[in-house]
């Protein structure tokens, strides 16, 4: 299995957000670097920030996943009703909290 670099981010909450929306959709990945801050200056600066890698295989769709990910802002999007129980949904969510429904698109 051979990995590709996807994304590198500015802190370890970013890249932990993005590696749960990648695993959502079925892709294995991996995060490297969370704790490499602390040897910042002694290695390249790219380098001491958080990493996420996944299989070269899954590259192109992980990478338009994260794509659409990093370009919805939360001021765009709007609340949504959950078809099963009727629920106002938060449009930053994309699972309903009271029945579990996942929002398709």
């Not at 970013?14 to 929306?21: A, G, K």
């Not at 338009?64 to 949904?89: M, Y």
Request: aromatic residues 8%; negative net charge; hydrophobic residues 30%.
């Amino acid at each position: 299995m051979s990995l590709k670099k996807l994304y590198t981010g500015e802190n370890a909450i970013e890249i932990n957000h993005l590696h749960i929306l990648l695993e959502l959709e079925g892709i294995k990945a991996q995060v490297r670097n969370t704790y490499s801050a602390s040897a910042f200056g002694e290695i390249p600066y790219e380098d001491s920030l958080p990493q996420l890698w996944v299989n070269e295989r899954d590259y192109e769709r992980a990478n338009d996943i994260l794509r659409h990910a990093l370009s919805t802002s939360d001021g765009n999007l709007k609340t949504w009703k959950c078809p099963q129980c009727r629920e106002q949904i938060d449009g930053v969510y994309g699972q309903c909290w009271n029945c579990g429904h996942i929002v398709e698109g």
